[in-house]
């Protein structure tokens, strides 16, 4: 398995066509003071479409996401990008934190720094994978991703 750093760096033509996607959003009707009843409020859904249009600074957020050290690894073919924070003080110990569906690396953006730590002589070195299909890892393009080779335990 091979790893290399990874930084995040979105295209600029991606965030540039969401900007143009979210400016020709078409609103749909709402029964009058119908609120949270009937599924979203267009109130509020218009209000979060207009901060991510007007206010969202993407490379802000880019640049605090880039304060961890990121990687892709080539596992069996597929690229899975995950988080490597090592930790502080003699013999750190491994420790994974594995998102659940739908989610991402990022939950864990406060509790990795944390346990990187030492405390009472204990610190951990933190690895973040972003599940197949999350994050910056690969997309499984079939059904069934199975890993294979001595790391999980087929050959």
Known sequence: MTAEHFTVNIP????????????RTRWIDEVESAGWNYGTSLVYLKE???????EFDWRAQEAIINRFAHFRADVDGFG???VHQRGKGENPLPIVLTHGYPDSFWRFHKLIPLLAEERNGISFDVVVPSIPGYGFSDKPE???LLFRGPIFGRS
């Open 12 to 23: 600029q033509g991606t965030l540039d066509d969401l900007r143009e996607r979210l400016a």
């Open 48 to 54: 979060l479409v207009r901060y991510w249009h007007q």
């Open 80 to 82: 899975v990008h995950f």
């Open 142 to 144: 079939e059904k069934g």
